[in-house]
């Protein structure tokens, strides 16, 4: 386990790196308009390198051993692929099936592979996805599909 706690850090340490590289080619914002395009994304890839190191040095410090054949350690390196597999058939699905569809079973489903039971499941994918729909076209005006 300790091997992956390096490799995906360390991933993840390098590619915060890239972003911030990137971010000051983003133009910079006037005096009077306060904050710029690339303040977000160098905010979050900062705390992104800093996030991953300090799971380096957890890892580093950490003297215990861990059983590599735990059932608990594979379920915890196979959820985040299977989420990530779930993110990407979602942002296919948003424009085809629309935002409200789409949203719905992704969160249902994502509830379901953490094990949340069915009847919250099903209420919370319908409350969540209605109120960030209504926060997005009402409040802020921003259409979604």
């Not at 300790?2 to 590619?15: E, H, L």
């Not at 379920?75 to 424009?95: A, R």
């Not at 069915?118 to 076209?137: D, E, G, P, R």
Request: net charge neutral; charged share 10%.
């Amino acid at each position: 386990m300790t091997s992956i706690n390096y490799i995906f850090s360390s991933a993840i340490f390098i590619i915060s790196g890239i972003v911030i590289i990137y971010v000051f080619g983003l133009p910079a914002a006037e005096v009077t308009e306060g904050f710029g395009p690339g303040l977000f994304p160098l905010v979050i890839s900062i705390l992104m390198m800093v996030l991953s190191m300090s799971i380096i040095i957890q890892t580093f410090m950490d003297k215990r051993k861990h059983d590599d054949n735990n059932k608990a350690d594979f379920k915890m390196m196979v959820l985040p692929v299977l989420i990530l597999g779930l993110v990407i058939v979602y942002s296919i699905f948003f424009n085809i099936i629309g935002f409200i569809i789409s949203t719905v079973i992704f969160l249902f489903v994502c509830m379901l592979i953490l094990q949340t039971k069915m009847l919250k499941s099903i209420i919370l994918s319908i409350v969540l996805t209605v109120a960030v729909y209504m926060m997005f076209t009402q409040i802020l005006g921003v259409p979604l599909p």
